[in-house]
Each structure stands twice: as C-alpha cells, then as structure tokens.
C-alpha cells in the first residue's frame, strides 16, 4: 500500500495543465470503456481538446489546477480541476486518482481543497458532471454534498 504521506499537494492554474494529460487520458480510457452510448465521444476526445475548452473557462473566470504527487517518484498520481464562471457557479471540471494510489484519501484531499477554494472565491453554487456509466462516483461526490439533480439526455446522430 502506498504511504499517505508521501503525498505531496500542489496548485495552481491552467499552467499546470500539461502536468495532467496522462492521468485525463486514463480517465478518458475509464469513460470510453464504461460509456453505454457514447464511445465514440470519448475516443475522438483528445487532451488537446479538453485542454482547448479549459482554457477558454479559464479566460472567462477562473481555473485551479490541484495536483497530487508522490514524493518518490515525483510523478502525478492525481489531480482535480476546478472552475468558477462570472456568475460564480463552481464547477468540479475533472478529477481522477490512479489505480494504485486510491483508497488513501487523495481525492477527498483533492476535493476538499478544490471545494475549499470555491469557498474563498465566493462560489454561490456548485455542481460536478457524472459521465454516464460511471454512476459508481456518485458515492463519492454525495460524501461532498453533490445529489442528483436532473438527467440530460443526448440524442445521437445516425450515420
């Protein structure tokens, strides 16, 4: 078992994006696996693209970066980004924890610190996206005071 504290926690801006791209492209891989009705969304999805829309929120409000490191190896083992637009609703954008380092508390210290920064920036609401077929989250973003709140349901496009 990894040792908790060996973690080290770093934030930051939209600088740190690149530091995330093989953990999103895990995460990516979970959803396009996992999707029931949209694989194809998720394997024409791209860092880049992600990226690209990321930085336009950022432009337009504001974007945390926080990242989860191991000490031993230096290399990012998760991380969370956060959001929060001109209206001051905060958004959970991303967040993922590799295999290996999970059922430590890194996502609950990654999210509290996501949450807590919402908090400061003066966030009148927030919300977080479940992909489709990973209902198995919703355990965890409960434990943060997230519910189910509506359905959006997608038409897809017939060749």
Sequence with gaps: ???????????GDEALLDQIKPLWESLNEHHRQNSPNFKEHYCQMTFQKRKYVLLKKAALGKLRVDLAVDEASGQSVGYCISSLDSEKTGEIESIFVDAAYRRIGIGDSLMK???SWMEREGALAKTVEVAAGNEEAFGFYVRFGFLPRK?????????
């Design 151 to 159: 359905t959006l349901l997608k038409q897809i496009k017939k060749a």
């Design 1 to 11: 078992m990894v040792d908790k504290q060996k973690i080290k926690y770093i934030h």
């Design 113 to 115: 610190n996501a949450l």
